[in-house]
């Protein structure tokens, strides 16, 4: 299992070798993305702020989504598309260089839209945008949950690493 603390001190320090910030949406990984970016001594440098958004209520309230626009782009949640416009949303929101985002089901059963326990979708958006589809093929919550913050954490590190 991949360390999520050696991944937040990764992505904070190449973040801070950069002079660029974060924010975070997050929903299956219930926090553990920002926990291990806060994790970091000195992550008020380059994490600007974050939030599990589990709900749609959260969304619309929390980030201030419009229904309407999420439904004329035709991307529902738990998908690639969802994951960047979240992470887009987050990071013009909050005024930073990068947003973040994971969005999944993290089990013992799946979601309401389909997808089965153990399915993710993380996105980076920023000065590079990428997304990525996780399965993990288990119902084990906790062990999901610390494998989707894994897999945003090493995404953002890969497209930190790129530029």
């Known amino acids: 299992m991949a360390d999520i603390w050696a ?3 990764k992505a904070g ?3 801070v070798a950069r002079g660029e910030r974060v924010a975070v949406s997050e929903s299956s990984s ?3 993305i920002s926990a291990a970016l806060l994790a970091v001594p000195g ?3 380059f994490y600007l702020g974050g939030g599990v958004i589990y709900t749609p209520r959260a969304i619309f309230g929390l980030l201030g989504a419009d229904k ?3 439904r004329a782009r035709g991307i529902r949640s738990s998908s690639e598309p969802y994951a960047r416009f979240v992470a887009e949303t987050v990071r013009v929101r909050v005024r930073s260089d990068w947003g973040l985002s994971e969005t999944g089901a993290a089990g013992p059963s799946g979601n309401p839209y389909g997808d089965p326990a153990g399915h993710s979708c993380v ?3 920023g000065a590079v945008t990428a997304s990525r ?3 993990t093929g288990s119902n084990d919550r906790r062990a999901n949950m610390h494998a989707f913050a894994a897999g945003a954490l090493s995404l953002f590190i890969e497209v930190l690493e790129r530029r």
Do not use: H, K, N, Y
Request: aromatic share 0%; glycine share 14%; proline share 0%.
């Open 7 to 9: 991944l937040g001190e």
């Open 13 to 15: 320090a190449l973040l």
């Open 30 to 32: 219930g926090g553990l």
């Open 43 to 45: 992550a008020s440098s």
């Open 68 to 70: 309407e626009d999420i």
């Open 123 to 125: 996105a980076v958006v």
């Open 133 to 135: 589809t996780l399965r």
